[in-house]
């Protein structure tokens, strides 16, 4: 049996953001948990700002360490915080992300009656007045409200806001270094998951509030980004190219077009229309810019390193 408040080892890939990562720690620091029963590992992927500043500004007023690697992407990242893990469970959030001061007791209710699934918590937009971040957050929503409808048989969580026993994420051999953007390492994580026989779970009470800031043109690059993203999850799926692809039915994206309306003020949802059918040809053209770039190159080589957009 589960002590009440078991180890959390809480995972904090950055990337030039120390602003950001200042936001997130401070967060952290405010965790209603026992502070004994929990570290902070950063992962400073190759930045060309110094960290070390932003992290020594909390050593005490909570376990916090800064670790280093050469710009590798979020993925290799985690894996490198989770081998210098010491809890018994991996909980993963972002450098732009602020988990609420109840997130880790939710995640260790959950854990005390599933110890074996992976646990996802549920996302809150940091940034409602942000057109761009609105419809990018709304995006992801619907996607849990689709793959999700059972909260105990989840099946899409995404790494901002995932837990799960650190034995069984070793044992699968972590994130997929193969994605070296922010850009499906997730999906192709909760899929091998469940391919392995595991099971996962929606826990909404455990809350992240997520505050990525997006212009028009990292909007765009974004979701373009997770259509090259999709073309790597869908092509490690099939072991002969892409025959296998599954393309979802018309109802999934007709369901994504009235979600801004079931959810927004009319006004704002007429704003948010658009921006929703420019995700869905953002993600199209990344598909293909990728496909189309792999079969004229012989190489396989992962997707470009950069920025956690």
Same mark, same amino acid.
């Given at each position: 049996?589960?002590?009440?408040?078991?180890?959390?080892?809480?995972?904090?890939?950055?990337?030039?953001?120390?602003?950001?990562?200042?936001?997130?720690?401070?967060?952290?620091?405010?965790?209603?948990?026992?502070?004994?029963?929990?570290?902070?590992?950063?992962?400073?992927?190759?930045?060309?700002?110094?960290?070390?500043?932003?992290?020594?500004?909390?050593?005490?007023?909570?376990?916090?360490?800064?670790?280093?690697?050469?710009?590798?992407?979020?993925?290799?990242?985690?894996?490198?915080?989770?081998?210098?893990?010491?809890?018994?469970?991996?909980?993963?959030?972002?450098?732009?992300?602020?988990?609420?001061?109840?997130?880790?007791?939710?995640?260790?209710?959950?854990?005390?009656?599933?110890?074996? /699934?992976?646990?996802? =918590? &549920?996302?809150?937009? +940091? @940034?409602? *007045?942000?057109?761009?971040?609105?419809? $990018?957050?709304? %995006?992801?929503?619907?996607?849990?409200?689709?793959?999700?409808?059972?909260?105990?048989?989840?099946?899409?969580?995404?790494?901002?806001?995932?837990?799960?026993?650190?034995?069984?994420?070793?044992?699968?051999?972590?994130?997929?270094?193969?994605?070296?953007?922010?850009?499906?390492?997730?999906?192709?994580?909760?899929?091998r998951w469940l391919k392995n026989g595991y099971r996962m779970a929606f826990a909404p009470d455990a809350l992240v509030y997520h505050a990525h800031k997006l212009t028009f043109s990292s909007f765009?690059?974004?979701?373009?980004?997770?259509?090259?993203?999709?073309? /790597?999850?869908?092509? =490690? &799926?099939?072991?002969? +190219? @892409?025959? *296998?692809?599954?393309?979802?039915?018309? $109802?999934?994206? %007709?369901?994504?077009?009235?979600?801004?309306?079931?959810?927004?003020?009319?006004?704002?949802?007429?704003?948010?229309?658009?921006?929703?059918?420019?995700?869905q040809i953002a993600n199209a053209a990344g598909f293909l810019w990728e496909m189309v770039r792999q079969m004229t190159k012989k190489d396989n080589q992962p997707l470009s390193l950069g920025r956690?957009?």
């Amino acid at each position: 049996m589960l002590p009440k408040h078991p180890f959390f080892s809480i995972i904090v890939p950055t990337y030039n953001r120390p602003e950001k990562l200042a936001d997130c720690l401070e967060s952290l620091s405010y965790l209603d948990y026992p502070h004994d029963r929990f570290e902070v590992i950063v992962i400073d992927d190759g930045s060309s700002v110094p960290l070390q500043p932003v992290v020594e500004g909390f050593v005490n007023r909570m376990d916090v360490t800064l670790l280093t690697q050469t710009n590798a992407g979020p993925a290799a990242a985690r894996n490198h915080g989770a081998k210098r893990a010491r809890g018994d469970f991996l909980a993963f959030t972002d450098d732009d992300c602020a988990p609420s001061p109840d997130w880790l007791n939710g995640l260790a209710v959950r854990f005390c009656e599933t110890p074996d /699934y992976v646990i996802g =918590g &549920r996302i809150l937009n +940091g @940034l409602p *007045n942000n057109l761009y971040s609105t419809a $990018s957050h709304f %995006l992801i929503e619907y996607l849990y409200s689709y793959y999700n409808v059972k909260s105990g048989q989840a099946h899409f969580l995404t790494s901002n806001n995932l837990a799960l026993a650190a034995d069984r994420f070793r044992r699968i051999d972590g994130f997929n270094t193969f994605f070296s953007r922010a850009a499906g390492e997730d999906r192709e994580f909760c899929d091998r998951w469940l391919k392995n026989g595991y099971r996962m779970a929606f826990a909404p009470d455990a809350l992240v509030y997520h505050a990525h800031k997006l212009t028009f043109s990292s909007f765009c690059r974004q979701h373009f980004n997770y259509g090259r993203g999709a073309f /790597y999850f869908h092509r =490690g &799926r099939s072991s002969s +190219g @892409l025959k *296998n692809l599954r393309i979802e039915p018309l $109802s999934f994206y %007709l369901g994504l077009l009235r979600y801004p309306v079931s959810q927004d003020r009319p006004s704002r949802a007429l704003l948010l229309l658009p921006l929703m059918v420019l995700s869905q040809i953002a993600n199209a053209a990344g598909f293909l810019w990728e496909m189309v770039r792999q079969m004229t190159k012989k190489d396989n080589q992962p997707l470009s390193l950069g920025r956690y957009d």
